[in-house]
């Protein structure tokens, strides 16, 4: 087994800079659909599961939760931390900032696809941890799409 390890790594050393490699350079992204369990439908009405990103304001995309990480997604509910980037639109949106607010989200109401009758998280909960854009209640609920 020694000997297949320091082949591998001398193949790799010799490798020119630029070519293809077997590994994977980053993680693997998690499936965006399963069939049996809730998923969470994106602006147009895709099904995804566990993602990484999700954007909240379809209309202008001055609003999307970023790094999620679930520790919970299951037939009645999903759980992730995360981090809600929001325009503040100050003076206005064109020329607003971006502002990152630490955020827990919770996907409910899981009920049948109209279409496909696949199971699907009907609506989504943003509770902010640590400050919140100017305005916003603690907690902000929204009807998902689909």
Do not use: K
């Amino acid at each position: 087994m020694r000997a297949v390890v320091t082949l591998c790594a001398a193949a790799a050393l010799a490798a020119p800079p630029g070519a293809a490699s077997a590994a994977p350079a980053t993680e693997p992204e998690p499936p965006r659909h399963r069939t049996g369990g809730p998923v969470l439908p994106d602006c147009q009405g895709r099904p995804e599961v566990r993602p990484g990103a999700y954007l909240l304001a379809c209309g202008d995309g001055n609003s999307r939760l970023e790094s999620l990480r679930w520790s919970r997604w299951d037939a009645r509910a999903a759980v992730a931390q995360g981090v809600n980037v929001v325009n503040d639109c100050v003076p206005y949106c064109a020329a607003g900032t971006f502002r990152s607010y630490p955020v827990t989200v919770r996907l409910e109401t899981p009920a049948g696809d109209r279409g496909t009758g696949e199971p699907r998280f009907t609506r989504i909960s943003v509770t902010y941890t640590d400050g919140r854009p100017d305005g916003a209640p603690r907690t902000v609920s929204y009807p998902l799409p689909g």
